[in-house]
């Protein structure tokens, strides 16, 4: 097992203990459902603190309990696979509004007028920044960066100067990390952006592919009129391209992040053809070389 | 209750889609579960919910109990238990105030069992939990048994949430120590 900090470890051991709060409980889970060896850090947690279930007294349910349990369990089918939602336009022409409203739910200056499903975005796009966060921690101890960065996708060495004071040359550049999901979902795709070449990571965590359909990743700006695409992923475990290099800092630095399910192949006339499915916000990763928490 | 071993057996059962073997489970695992979550929400019709929830979860992922790492009743109480204290936290902190008598009904820890009739691990834990200053042996199962909140336990000790936070941080850090986790 690795090593964690003391926080990951106070956290792991809160969540056996029950005292988290909902969000820091849906951040533990997320963790869990990316990071085996943080998973048996809880479970060890829940099994030593399970001990003090002998002590609490047996009370029976009512039998109507067990009916509803076995109406239940009747109608599912065990270890059901994870279904995609069916893209909730017909494939003609993308939702504008729904598009418009990812982007302005992002937006902080732009809390006036909020409709319903902005608020929903809003509240993908908290929830997202607040897992991002643990999951820039948890890359802070290195978790990530040796599946995420092959050498090849290292920062080339610049030959300009840099104004900025120059980080070691061992130092990473900065590290930019979106974790890409359904609202109150696991996390579907992890997005990393180098800061300095732009180069883009897609690591696919749990995206079930439809038959005949095709995952592609899009970059929404308010600086742009429509989404962009950054092309199809998913179609193994990892994706690297380069093809953020084409957008300023600030525009890759603010955009959300949005994953819709095209035909195979993806988009066939650079417009996306459903409503996003997984979406997400970069946020700054701690360098490597700097503590954890 | 049936053995550890019997309970292994059948949650193995369950996983490849032995419908008997869960009524057998559900039998032999119902009270104990129904008690842990009862006492969390302390609502009957909460506890019912949440312990139909549970039962689907456990019928889903028994393929993925793993005996190495937990023993049957402890992994099957953890998913009640989680999906409780999921519920209280979701639904706020306003349950102390809507019942007035809860604070002192749930203020105690459950009755100690004759020190024969525990397991090894309660007694190891419980060793360790003892270690702890009584107000934090206090905070720690209070925290357990009637999932409450860092607000609630911040209510009941009279401190602020932020000392709370770091009691039980401090708390769990020492126990940790202790068991050589």
Redesign the interface.
Known sequence: MMAYSDDHIALAAEYALGTLDADERAQVETMMSVDKDFTAMVQAWEHRLGALNQMVGSVEPRPEVWEKIRTAVGHSEQQAPIVLPQPSLPPVVPAVEEWAAVAAAVDNSNVIRLSANVRRWRSIATATSAIAAVLVAMIGVGLFLPDLFPDSMRPRTRTQVVETKAPPASAPSAQYVAVLQKEGGAPAFILTVDGATKNFTVRKVEAPAEPGKSFELWLISDKLPQPRSLGVIGGSDFTARPILASYDVETVKAATYAVTVEQAGGSPDGNPHSAPVFTGKLIEAVPSSAPAR | MLTPAELVWLIAAVAK?D?AA??RL?AAT???L???V???LRRQDL??EV??EA??KI???A?QFNPG???P???M??IA?NRA??VV??RGETSIEEEPSAMEVAAD?????ARR???E??K??LECVGRLEPDRQKL??L???N????EQ?AAKFEAPVNTVKTW??RS??D??EC?G?
């Open positions: 889609g419908e869960f009524e559900y119902r009270a104990k129904f008690g842990v009862l006492r969390i506890a019912e312990i139909q039962y689907v019928w889903k992922s393929g790492l937990s023993s009743i402890t992994w109480a953890s238990r204290i999921d936290r979701r820890t459950p009755d100690p069992l009739e525990m397991t691990e309660l190891r834990l720690v199962l925290a357990y048994y999932g409450w909140s860092r336990l039980l941080r769990m850090m126990v940790r068991l986790l």
